[in-house]
């Protein structure tokens, strides 16, 4: 088993900033493909960044190119989500999640490839 906890989420103005993070509980982490997704009252979870093991390789979804950074630090079991120039339409609850040990990052909005989710932390950008 791994849990993930996700913390930093919060209320800000539009153009503000946050950074999320994600704690996992075990050590084999560092071998696995790591994925931030998002859910909005009424929408379906998408996609939205994710991260290979070795953090050398990153995704993400058209919305948030040029305005997200994903990021990890394996020796902490910790992925981050920095997200800068937030805009009302990124209000919703975001849940980091794992793939299988040793799994890379292809099709990496594909939610059925990550076995573990965390319960999710709510961002809420005002206008």
């Known amino acids: 088993q791994v849990q993930l906890v996700e913390s930093g989420g919060g209320s800000v103005q539009a153009g503000g900033s946050l950074r999320l993070s994600c704690v996992a509980s075990?050590?084999?982490?560092?071998?696995?493909?790591m994925g931030w997704f998002r859910q909005a009252p009424g929408k379906e979870r998408e996609g939205v960044a994710a991260?290979?093991?070795?953090?050398?390789?990153?995704y993400y979804t058209d919305s948030v190119k040029g305005r997200f950074t994903i990021s990890r630090d394996n020796a902490k079991n910790t992925m981050y989500l920095q997200m800068n120039s937030l805009k009302p339409e990124d209000t919703a609850m975001y849940h980091c999640a794992a793939r299988p040990d040793g799994w890379w990052c292809n099709s990496w909005s594909r939610q059925s490839d990550y076995n573990y989710w965390g319960q999710g932390t709510q961002v809420t950008v005002s206008s």
């Open positions: 991260i290979s093991a070795d953090g050398f390789s990153t």
């Open positions: 075990r050590n084999t982490y560092s071998r696995r493909c």
